[in-house]
């Protein structure tokens, strides 16, 4: 997942597992990461931390709100990240993913899977 957020910022994560839209999930794994572009880095997450959370009531979330959409996130400017005490490590400062700022409108959003056959 990529998205360009109104503050000037390029960010997303990956997951080997992917998001399944449905009932509340919180799955782990270990190989996921976030990362920004704009910083250049990547952030892993913490091990055996919970990595994304999938559900029927929000978009694909990098849990614990490291990278959070709400439904009808085109929307909103209500969208936000998180901070150095979630569950991915390497974070220097707070909302580092977008400027410094906690929320955010999504300019644009890109959404990949990769299937191997």
Known sequence: MIIKSDNN???????????IKGKEKKLKDDN???????NKKIY????SSIAIRCCSCCCPQFYSGTI??????????????????????????????????????VLELEIYQINFI
């Open 44 to 47: 892993p997450v913490k091990k």
């Open 68 to 105: 959070y959409l709400f439904h009808n996130f085109l929307k909103r400017t209500d969208n936000y990240v998180g901070g150095k005490n979630d569950n991915y490590e390497g974070f220097t400062k707070d909302y580092e993913l977008n400027n410094g700022n906690t929320n955010y409108k």
């Open 9 to 19: 910022s390029i960010f997303g994560g990956f997951t080997q597992i992917g998001f």
């Open 32 to 38: 996921a990461f976030v990362f920004s572009l704009i």
